[in-house]
């Protein structure tokens, strides 16, 4: 049995539902909605992700006598007595994974009692927040890259946890493949890796090394060629595995000018279809510098893990609507400077034009806006009475993605700071 995800959680989170069952409103039908105010500064549309391990981490949402005594001291005995049966019986909607967003998007509805929904909060949140400002990044990073891939490589960069969730978040918007282990057991996705400057090191000459790594892993290997000189190196690593070599890999300097002298070097040797990967703290905006230089893939590590300067999405998660004395829902909504909510249960439908690009993002309260035939409607059930049935596979999601993407404006590929793409209109 995995363990449970409960404690994964605020304080408030269970005060909240110890004085509502204490009022007697804890429970009554309640609507919360997951949704960004804004985008991060610039950016001009975001991705959702984190939809199947949010799916994953509610059905391990339980209170087991474990997680009850780590209670003891901050809800009391009948709140206690409350969680110990719990498990979560309404019904959520929700963006599908890879969909792109915007402003005021409903990414997710969830449905229930007071108490049912209120302590998945924090839970819900720290996966959309983290896993979408991933994808969100990765996004930028595959689609200047184009044709070439990017290849996920900050496990090193982060908490040993995020580093596996950003693994599979990048995956979803378009990475080809990840260092990490861990996401390759639990999530399939696929992964690569030769050698680091310490294998060279460890050996008495570069050419040992080389030698020793084309004998293990064979001449289609990837051979790291700036432990000390490139040129010299590239010359070694061509002799040894001949213009079979796989790839070459640059981690530093100024890539562009040493990616154009590599890749003459190795066409004068033969070695033409020998490609040339490059990394050393690549962010959306280097990998475009990158465009015209003769590179082959590329490494990203620290600013993908760290949502190249936005490690969070800004999502809130709010009372939209609740049960009232006549037993009907009421629209409710916060009203703080700057951190408004719009109250009603969402309903949302991306506004295309006859050739396909988006228009709008158009948000209905209390009833479906109306389609007028070109238009897609967003919000996907994932949760029916408490049993999920939105599980899908992670190729499923990054078809998505690259679909919701090639449906935007073309102002979508700019990587100049803007406004979203497309308007919010809530109707």
């Not at 994964?8 to 069952?21: I, K, N, P, S």
């Not at 969909?99 to 409903?106: C, K, L, R, T, V």
């Not at 960069?157 to 979803?172: C, I, K, P, Q």
């Not at 939209?320 to 949302?348: F, H, M, N, P, Q």
């Amino acid at each position: 049995m995995r363990a449970s995800t409960a404690l994964l959680t605020d304080h408030y989170e269970l005060t909240m539902l110890q004085a509502a069952l204490g009022s007697g409103t804890a429970h009554r039908r309640s609507v919360f909605e997951l949704f960004p105010r804004r985008l991060p500064e610039g950016r001009r549309y975001g991705v959702v992700a984190g939809v199947g391990r949010a799916l994953d981490a509610l059905e391990d949402f339980r209170f087991d006598g474990d997680v009850l005594a780590a209670l003891d001291g901050v809800v009391d005995e009948p709140t206690r007595a409350w969680l110990s049966t719990y498990r979560f019986s309404g019904d959520v909607w929700g963006y599908a994974e890879g969909e792109a967003y915007f402003p005021y998007s409903p990414l997710l509805i969830v449905e229930g009692t007071f108490a049912e929904a209120v302590v998945l909060e924090t839970l819900l949140l720290s996966i959309y927040n983290h896993d979408s400002a991933i994808a969100s990044a990765a996004s930028r990073m595959t689609q200047v890259a184009g044709d070439r891939p990017c290849i996920e490589m900050g496990s090193r960069r982060t908490h040993e946890e995020a580093a596996v969730a950003s693994a599979r978040a990048a995956y979803v918007a378009g990475f080809a493949t990840t260092s990490n282990l861990a996401a390759r057991d639990r999530y399939g996705v696929p992964s690569a890796g030769t050698s680091a400057h310490s294998f060279t090191l460890l050996h008495d000459t570069e050419a040992e090394a080389f030698q020793a790594q084309v004998t293990s892993l064979g001449k289609g290997t990837t051979l790291l060629v700036d432990t000390y000189d490139i040129r010299e190196a590239v010359a070694i690593g061509v002799e040894i595995a001949g213009p079979e070599l796989g790839a070459v890999r640059i981690d530093s300097g100024d890539l562009g000018v040493l990616a154009g002298e590599v890749r003459s070097q190795l066409d004068s040797l033969g070695a033409t279809r020998t490609r040339i990967v490059v990394t050393s703290d690549l962010d959306e905006f280097a990998i475009a510098a990158l465009a015209n230089a003769p590179v082959d893939a590329y490494g990203v590590g620290t600013q993908l893990v760290t949502g190249s300067g936005h490690p969070t999405c800004g999502f809130v998660f709010k009372l939209v609507a609740r049960e009232g004395d006549d037993g009907d829902l009421v629209s409710v909504a916060k009203k703080s400077t700057d951190k408004i909510s719009i109250g009603g249960r969402k309903y949302a439908l991306r506004r295309r034009a006859p050739d396909g690009v988006a228009e709008a993002e158009v948000v209905g309260i209390g009833e479906p806006p109306e389609n007028d035939g070109d238009d897609r409607p967003l919000l996907v059930p994932l949760v029916r009475e408490g049993e999920i049935v939105g599980r899908e596979t992670l190729e499923d999601a990054r078809a998505r993605h690259l679909s919701s993407r090639a449906e935007l404006p073309r102002a979508a590929q700019q990587m100049s700071r803007g406004e979203p793409v497309i308007p919010t209109i809530h109707l």
